[in-house]
Nanobody, 128 residues
Framework: QVRLVESGGGSVQAGGSLRLSCAAS????????MGWFRQAPGKEREGVAT???????YYVDSVKDRFTISQDAAKNTVYLQMNSLKPEDTAMYYC??????????????????????WGQGTQVTVSS
């Protein structure tokens, strides 16, 4: 079975940086997409960043030019580098994997329902 384990969360002041890691096991060739999602208290879980075939990336508008998703196939790990963090970035961050991608755009979807595999999450808290 696919297993995803997140790490790297913590507390940081606004303007600071964090790098989240997602260690994946039993990821086969049929898994085309990896993504990072987040959920703040009282809000729906939203897609943050996705990576397709280890190269094509897609970001939600609120994190563009601040966050970077990357993948190290040799280590079976997906990263989310978060710079210039804002209080509104505070949330539980989840790693996810999917079999399907968006063939029209050539990237991965940001919709939660497209991802069948999930980690347990890592908390990110950004103070003012």
């Amino acid at each position: 079975q696919v297993r995803l384990v997140e790490s790297g969360g913590g507390s940081v002041q606004a303007g600071g940086s964090l790098r989240l890691s997602c260690a994946a096991s039993n990821i086969y060739s049929s898994v085309m997409c990896m993504g990072w999602f987040r959920q703040a208290p009282g809000k729906e879980r939203e897609g943050v960043a996705t990576i397709y075939r280890g190269s094509s990336t897609y970001y939600v508008d609120s994190v563009k030019d601040r966050f970077t998703i990357s993948q190290d196939a040799a280590k079976n790990t997906v990263y989310l580098q978060m710079n210039s963090l804002k209080p509104e970035d505070t949330a539980m961050y989840y790693c996810a994997a999917a079999f399907v991608y968006n063939p029209g755009a050539g990237n991965c979807y940001l919709e939660r329902e497209k991802y069948p595999y999930w980690g347990q999450g890592t908390q990110v808290t950004v103070s003012s």
